[in-house]
């Protein structure tokens, strides 16, 4: 509700700038496949340390239109997260300023639809960091793989709990995992389980 | 970011620029089972390389049966062909849900064009691509396959040529000169050779002067080979023909020598050296323990990547030369003249492996009276068998009075099978067309095979009834990859070898071809003009490629001692998506061969 409101708010805004046409509904068949990396579990403080996005057309992960950006060393990069995404400080020398990886993203997704594993906690990450520059937040549908799976399991087997934890998930689906815990290789495996979810119901339906 | 395997031919003719080109310009694609990939003339727009999942290749113009020409799984590459050539024969469906990378068409052939080692690799033909696979073992520095595919040219010497008038004197001198063994002396337009050990032969056994003339102690039967030989072949033909140099020739002109010590140095292994204990075996013992060594020679060989047909030459040569000698320590001189000792079946062609069971007859020479023949008989067959070749279960050996016979009774029995072409004719006959003379008087089996081949070669009913057995078995292509029984295996002999080896057979006594190994059969039918020279390699290629298949899990299971292992059945799921690929196409070769008899010799029903 309240974001709803808050889009709507945005919109009005943007209305007649150069970012109106992101509030448009989306009306193509592509999907982008989000995953990033960053620095703590909790939305608030999560700092970005690498984005990643992949198309889904016609069936098809298109991972040679795929963007993947590491991103400048956060101040709150700790031993923790590392442990978790193998990128260390060093690793990360070189990578885009904050700013310029947003915009790239932006440009990347446009108005499609955007597809992840607990895609709310990414959002909520890239937005926190969006509104200060751009002044809204990402205003694209949101698809929860989690959602969409286990809305899946339920429909076959009512009143099953299903796992959706990540590994369960691919493993159930059948789908390898390319590369866990790099922000490409997660949103490549997700676009995965996407596809194979889609094509099971229209096999089944 | 995709893990894709790109160590593998093809992709491991590009560098690593081209392989980060393909990595970061494929794409994911999902199929479900059932799904039609790439239908039979659709325009071929991906490369798929499968990273998971199974998918079929059907060709929807064959009979229900026989339908399913290939098989894919992980690792293994389609497509390309179709973009070659710009629509696809086939249709491509899914068997398993699969996983696949897709490589662009427009990427594809941009790499193709870059790269023209990759751009090679799919316009070859399946001759060329076995080729290739055994000059990259080559190129990994395996010294026994550099030797392999060396040519005599690079291994030869100058030859030191003197005329005939030379006195022994002057030609000690030259030897010395020119630090060489041997000579060659050219008389009255002959080539000749005087080797050292003529030399000293003829100054101290034969007395002669200083002054005498070099032709009249010169050799004017020459072993000889050609420049373009393989090398291996050279020192096959020495093991044979039990000389230690060859003379090599460019039409009637000799352009070099080659050494056995020169090859020895090339490749200092224990193939001469076996032979060498073979040759100066004085007795059965010393004969059964250098036949003991042949195996490991083998695993040797072939653990270097010595290519296939070397090996099953070289193998033959030492088993001629083992069964040559145990025939002359146990059969008495006069009655070896007036006999012949045959091997058949596969050693008979030559393309026995590891020891095979003793396929042997004898032929008597007509009027001559052996009294204790049977006997004889007997001994030499429990000789053999102690000498590692165990007996033949279909009894076909000489101590079975049925294989020992006169020249005149074998006609007979010819003639009666040729006519009765019952199934145990028949497989006699194919037994006999494959007999090779390997002690005795070889004549005796010329004259016989003469014979033979003017009954046989213009009777087409015959020929009707013995191509039959081509067929016999269906074609594994049905059987392949099946899902239900993954531990099932296709069974490669029956297969793949059989119909090939049959085949050449059936052509070879139509068309009068006396040699017996199926490489050598080939290349006659090819001179003859029975069959185009690249249908004749890729038959052969397949050829090859079976044995070794074969030969491999035999080695496997001699290193495990594992009798119950069937080495006859080829296991497609263990197998690299590179030898699938090699054994697919081997097999359609196969399929194309079988039709071409089929219409041949009106098997058709």
Redesign the interface.
């Known amino acids: 509700m309240i974001k709803a409101l808050r889009r709507a708010g945005d919109r009005r805004r943007q209305l007649g700038g150069h970012h109106a046409w992101r509030f448009e509904p989306y009306c193509g068949s592509e999907v982008i496949a989000l995953d990033c990396e960053t620095t703590d579990l909790d939305p608030r403080r999560a700092e970005l340390v690498a984005l ?1 996005a992949v198309k889904i057309r016609d ?6 239109e ?1 963007l ?1 950006l590491r991103l400048q060393r956060p101040e709150s990069l700790s031993g923790d997260s590392i442990r978790i995404h193998g990128l260390r400080g060093v690793d990360l020398w070189g990578g885009e300023a904050l700013g310029d990886a947003l915009d790239r993203l932006l440009d990347f997704i446009g108005n499609r639809p955007l597809l992840g594993w607990c895609i709310d906690y990414d959002v909520a990450v890239i937005n926190r960091h969006l509104r200060p520059r751009t002044g809204f937040d990402l205003p694209n549908r949101t698809l929860d793989i989690c959602r969409l799976y286990a809305r899946e399991r339920q429909r076959i087997q009512p009143g099953s709990e299903p796992d959706i934890r990540f590994e369960a998930m691919s493993e159930a689906l ?3 995992v ?2 866990r815990h ?4 997660d ?2 495996t997700t ?2 389980m996407y ?2 979810l889609c ?2 119901r229209a ?1 089944s339906a | 970011m995709v893990d894709i395997n790109l160590s593998q031919p093809p992709f491991n003719l590009l560098d690593e620029r081209g392989r980060q080109r393909v990595r970061d310009g494929v794409d994911l694609a999902y199929f479900n089972e059932g799904e039609v990939m790439l239908d039979a003339g659709q325009r071929g727009e991906h490369v798929f390389l499968i990273h998971k999942g199974e998918v079929a290749e059907l060709d929807l113009n064959a009979s229900d049966g026989e339908r399913r020409i290939g098989h894919y799984t992980a690792g293994d590459l389609f497509g390309a062909i179709s973009i070659l050539n710009g629509t696809s024969r086939y249709r491509f469906q899914v068997e398993q849900e699969c996983l696949c990378y897709l490589l662009p068409r427009a990427l594809f052939e941009d790499i193709c064009h870059s790269y023209p080692d990759f751009d090679d690799f799919f316009r070859q033909h399946l001759a060329e691509k076995a080729h290739h696979v055994l000059q990259r073992q080559a190129e990994s520095g395996m010294s026994m396959a550099r030797f392999m595919l060396a040519r005599v040219a690079e291994c030869m010497r100058e030859p030191v040529v003197v005329d005939g008038r030379t006195t022994i004197a002057e030609a000690v001198t030259h030897l010395r000169e020119r630090h060489a063994d041997s000579l060659l002396v050219s008389h009255a337009g002959r080539c000749g050779m005087v080797t050292k050990t003529d030399l000293l032969d003829a100054l101290v056994h034969q007395g002669l002067s200083h002054s005498a003339e070099v032709f009249g102690i010169a050799h004017f039967t020459l072993v000889t080979s050609h420049a373009d030989d393989y090398l291996f072949s050279a020192l096959v033909s020495m093991t044979r023909h039990e000389v230690a140099r060859v003379v090599v020739m460019e039409g009637t002109q000799a352009v070099g020598v080659v050494e056995l010590t020169d090859v020895l140095g090339y490749f200092s292994s224990r193939a001469h050296v076996v032979s060498l204990q073979i040759e100066q075996a004085e007795d059965i013992e010393s004969l059964a323990l250098a036949s003991a060594r042949l195996p490991q020679l083998i695993q040797a060989l072939m653990a270097q990547g010595v290519k296939l047909r070397f090996v099953m030459e070289l193998l033959a040569a030492l088993n001629g030369r083992i069964i040559h000698k145990a025939f002359r320590f146990l059969i008495p001189e006069t009655h070896q003249v007036q006999s012949c000792l045959l091997v058949m079946g596969s050693e008979g062609r030559g393309e026995q492996i590891l020891k095979t069971d003793q396929d042997n007859a004898l032929i008597l020479a007509d009027g001559s009276d052996w009294p204790g023949i049977a006997d004889a008989m007997g001994s030499l067959t429990d000789t053999l068998g102690r000498l590692g070749y165990p007996p033949c279960p279909g009894n076909i050996m000489v101590s079975n009075p049925q294989w020992v016979a006169s020249e005149s009774a074998w006609r007979g029995k010819i003639a009666r099978w040729a006519s009765s072409r019952d199934p145990q004719a028949l497989m006699n006959l194919a037994i006999m067309l494959d007999a090779h003379a390997i002690a005795g008087n070889a004549s005796l089996l010329e004259g016989l095979r003469e014979h033979l081949f003017a009954r046989g070669s213009h009777d087409e009913l015959l020929l009707s009834y013995f191509a039959r057995g081509v067929l016999r078995y269906s074609t594994p292509l049905t059987l392949f990859g099946s899902l239900k029984r993954p531990e099932h295996g296709i069974d490669i002999k029956k297969g793949g070898l059989f119909p090939i080896v049959h085949g050449v057979r059936t052509l070879a006594l139509e068309r009068r071809i006396a040699a017996t190994s199926t490489f050598a059969r080939l290349d006659a039918l090819v001179d003859d003009g029975r069959l185009d020279r690249p249908f004749a390699d890729d038959l052969g290629e397949a050829m090859a490629l079976f044995s070794e298949l074969r030969l491999r899990q035999q080695l496997d299971s001699l290193d495990n001692n594992e009798a119950s292992q069937e080495p006859n059945h080829v296991i497609v799921q263990r197998l690299s998506g590179f030898e699938r690929d090699l054994l697919r196409e081997a097999l359609h070769t196969v399929k194309e061969f079988k039709q071409r008899l089929s219409q041949r010799f009106h098997l058709e029903y």
């Open positions: 990643a069936g098809r992960v298109l991972t040679s795929s993947d059948g789908v390898p390319m590369g790099t922000a490409l290789g949103a490549v676009a995965l596809l194979r094509h099971g096999v």
